[in-house]
């Protein structure tokens, strides 16, 4: 199974990028890399997926190294709604059940 | 469109009892996964059904258990509670299973065992 890590905290302000990085050492060829978003109280909701490269949606970027070993999800301008807990998720695609989350980021963005 | 509903939002039980919770997920969708949430151990894959049937299992014993209806409505079962099985229970629903694509969440349900 893929073990993902993440830092446990960021802090930012508004207007700035900030951009979080999971580790996972052990992805197997066969993983997609998720990012999620969760507010206290709710559950996560998705942000952006990928499986190599850069893939980019209406808000956030996800950047995956050659080597896939880690990933790193880009947030443009944040604001203070950005303030959430941020968790990367590798999962193997086809329907597998090598699934981990990472430990996830707590995201602070200030005025 | 609806979201995915959990039942209920909030429950204690003492140790050794039992608790089911429920899951109804988005219209036309056929997968329901279950999570755990916890301080420590943080998200954590329970299982997965699709039409019915189980596909994908986590690390957990025995006591935890599941099932999914033809409507696609899922619920999930521990057994034996013990004081660690404290924890925020989500489940998520996609259309087509597996952990590719969009998993959307439940606001979960939140057991306390004392």
């Known amino acids: 199974l893929a073990k993902t890590t993440q830092p446990i905290s960021m802090d930012s302000y508004e207007g700035q990028e900030v951009n979080i990085t999971c580790s996972h050492n052990n992805i197997a060829t066969n993983d997609y890399i998720t990012w999620y978003q969760q507010f206290p109280s709710q559950g996560p909701r998705f942000i952006i997926q990928?499986?190599?490269t850069k893939v980019t949606n209406e808000v956030a970027s996800l950047f995956i190294p050659a080597d896939r070993k880690s990933s790193t999800l880009s947030l443009p301008r944040v604001s203070l709604s950005d303030t959430a807990v941020y968790y990367c998720l590798v999962a193997e695609g086809g329907g597998g059940n090598k699934l981990t989350f990472g430990t996830g980021t707590q995201l602070k963005v200030e005025l | 469109k609806a979201g995915v509903t959990q039942t209920p939002r909030y429950l204690i039980k003492t140790r050794g009892q039992q608790v089911t919770l429920s899951c109804s997920p988005i219209s036309g969708h056929r997968s329901v996964s279950w999570y755990q949430q916890t301080p420590g151990q943080g998200l954590q894959f329970l299982f997965e059904?699709?039409?019915?049937?189980?596909?994908n299992k986590g690390n957990f014993p025995g006591r935890f258990s599941g099932r999914q209806f033809s409507n696609s409505r899922s619920e999930m079962n521990v057994s034996t509670l013990e004081l660690g099985d404290s924890a925020l229970y989500l489940c998520?629903?996609?259309?087509?299973?597996?952990?590719?694509?969009?998993?959307?969440f439940g606001e979960g349900s939140r057991l306390t065992v004392l």
């Open positions: 990928g499986y190599k």
């Open positions: 998520a629903s996609s259309r087509t299973g597996g952990f590719t694509g969009e998993l959307f």
């Open positions: 059904y699709f039409s019915e049937t189980q596909r």
